[in-house]
């Protein structure tokens, strides 16, 4: 007899794997057909049982899809409406999120699968760090394929008048919730055997050379070292003083220089909203509206999105409907703290946390990759306090 819970799981193990290796889905254009196939396979499991539900999940779901409805229709009636493609991705992105009713049926621990096959991320990125270092001639070929694909950025950045390497992997935010369930690992079973991993995922953050990452790294480092060592106060304090001497030192010292012109041009999105804001102070209440465009100096032409993503929900939906979307990206850290979950589920809620901090500054949340990252949050939802 067919196990069809667990062929669901390996599904969605292959659902994150895709969106892993593959977010712009240009290499297997395999994650529609996925996730068509989790649905499909889970409508058969529940021909004869009725699903189980939560009241909040479907509220949850349908404000998700309100917002998507008035985005585009506060976009159509402003004549705004100029980029269909990218308002039906944002609409198929948000789509993801309806896996939930799945995952709280079937009970799927999506913290472990996502932390565990997030890893090809370091899997990916390392190789290509090594052939890079080691055979110069071929980083033309491999940068060129990455950028075609849409999954990585490579270029240099200098570190104490050194230049290094920088691999960004496009979902490596991902690693965030590795580097916290191999250290909560460790925590809970005192095997040494997850210290190496959990330090190959704090490398490849450090690879990637975003300010983001590796500020979330070093701060998630600081957490479990206050968990591992919380009753040597000095040596607390000590780890704690050195670590922040250490990342303020980093950032003064990390040299931006014409090779890397991420913070210039995200300075000008900055500037390019304060200007459209100011000629439109409609667009605080009412939002520009999903498919719009706004003309941006950071990359010179008009564009529907940047990587400022909380700016970009504000052009686009408009105060009121944006705080809406940031509580429903709360909602289940709220949930665990008032339910008095937090201390079990810390771990998750570290790397949700640090991960919703990540695409701040990165086209991060509003995608495939973002929202299972949000379902990672959500999936702790199907615990019944005892």
């Given at each position: 007899?067919?196990?069809?819970?667990?062929?669901?799981?390996?599904?969605?193990?292959?659902?994150?794997?895709?969106?892993?290796?593959?977010?712009?889905?240009?290499?297997?254009?395999?994650k529609?057909?996925i996730?068509m196939?989790?649905?499909?396979?889970?409508?058969?499991?529940?021909?004869?049982?009725?699903?189980y539900?939560?009241?909040d999940?479907?509220?949850?779901?349908?404000?998700?899809?309100?917002?998507?409805?008035?985005?585009?229709?506060?976009?159509?009636?402003?004549?705004?409406?100029?980029?269909?493609?990218?308002?039906?991705?944002f609409i198929?992105?948000?789509?993801?999120?309806?896996?939930?009713?799945?995952?709280?049926?079937?009970?799927?621990?999506?913290?472990?699968?996502?932390?565990?096959?997030?890893?090809?991320?370091?899997?990916?990125?390392?190789?290509?760090?090594?052939?890079?270092?080691?055979?110069?001639?071929?980083?033309?070929?491999?940068?060129?394929?990455?950028?075609?694909?849409?999954?990585?950025?490579?270029?240099?950045?200098?570190?104490?008048?050194?230049?290094?390497?920088?691999?960004?992997?496009?979902?490596?935010?991902?690693?965030?919730?590795?580097?916290?369930?191999?250290?909560?690992?460790?925590?809970?079973?005192?095997?040494?055997?997850?210290?190496?991993?959990?330090?190959?995922?704090?490398?490849?953050?450090?690879?990637?050379?975003?300010?983001?990452?590796?500020?979330?790294?070093?701060?998630?480092?600081?957490?479990?070292?206050?968990?591992?060592?919380?009753?040597?106060?000095?040596?607390?304090?000590?780890?704690?003083?050195?670590?922040?001497?250490?990342?303020?030192?980093?950032?003064?010292?990390?040299?931006?220089?014409?090779?890397?012109?991420?913070?210039d041009?995200?300075?000008?999105?900055?500037?390019?909203?304060?200007?459209?804001?100011?000629?439109?102070?409609?667009y605080?209440?009412?939002?520009?509206?999903?498919?719009?465009?706004?003309?941006?100096?950071?990359?010179?032409?008009?564009?529907?999105q940047?990587?400022?993503?909380?700016?970009?929900?504000?052009r686009?939906?408009?105060?009121?409907?944006?705080?809406?979307?940031?509580?429903l990206?709360?909602?289940?850290?709220?949930?665990?703290?008032?339910?008095?979950?937090?201390?079990?589920?810390?771990?998750?809620?570290?790397?949700?946390?640090?991960?919703?901090?990540?695409?701040?500054?990165?086209?991060?949340?509003?995608?495939?990759?973002?929202?299972?990252?949000?379902?990672?949050?959500?999936?702790?939802?199907?615990?019944?306090?005892?």
């Amino acid at each position: 007899m067919i196990n069809f819970r667990r062929v669901i799981i390996r599904l969605f193990a292959l659902l994150v794997v895709v969106l892993v290796v593959d977010p712009g889905d240009l290499i297997f254009h395999m994650k529609m057909p996925i996730f068509m196939l989790i649905w499909a396979t889970w409508l058969i499991l529940r021909t004869d049982s009725s699903a189980y539900g939560r009241r909040d999940l479907i509220l949850v779901s349908l404000s998700f899809l309100a917002i998507s409805i008035y985005g585009i229709l506060a976009a159509v009636l402003q004549n705004n409406f100029v980029n269909d493609e990218f308002a039906f991705g944002f609409i198929k992105s948000i789509s993801i999120f309806s896996l939930i009713f799945i995952i709280y049926d079937l009970r799927i621990d999506v913290f472990s699968i996502v932390s565990k096959w997030a890893l090809i991320i370091c899997g990916i990125t390392l190789p290509i760090y090594i052939v890079i270092t080691f055979f110069p001639a071929l980083l033309s070929p491999i940068y060129n394929y990455v950028i075609a694909k849409d999954v990585a950025k490579i270029g240099y950045r200098a570190f104490y008048g050194v230049e290094i390497v920088m691999i960004y992997y496009r979902t490596s935010p991902l690693l965030v919730f590795s580097l916290c369930f191999f250290l909560d690992k460790y925590l809970q079973y005192k095997k040494i055997k997850f210290i190496p991993i959990a330090g190959i995922v704090f490398f490849t953050l450090f690879l990637t050379g975003t300010r983001a990452n590796i500020l979330m790294a070093l701060i998630i480092a600081a957490f479990y070292f206050y968990r591992i060592y919380s009753k040597h106060f000095f040596a607390k304090i000590i780890y704690i003083l050195g670590l922040l001497y250490a990342a303020v030192t980093f950032f003064s010292q990390l040299n931006f220089d014409v090779k890397d012109e991420s913070s210039d041009v995200k300075g000008d999105h900055f500037n390019s909203y304060l200007e459209l804001f100011d000629k439109n102070p409609n667009y605080l209440i009412h939002g520009q509206g999903l498919g719009s465009e706004f003309y941006s100096r950071g990359s010179a032409k008009m564009l529907p999105q940047t990587e400022l993503t909380y700016l970009d929900l504000l052009r686009t939906f408009g105060f009121p409907v944006t705080i809406l979307f940031l509580i429903l990206l709360l909602y289940p850290i709220m949930y665990l703290f008032k339910n008095g979950y937090w201390q079990i589920y810390s771990s998750a809620i570290v790397a949700y946390l640090a991960y919703l901090f990540i695409a701040g500054t990165n086209p991060l949340l509003i995608s495939s990759t973002g929202m299972i990252a949000v379902l990672v949050a959500y999936s702790f939802l199907k615990s019944k306090k005892k």
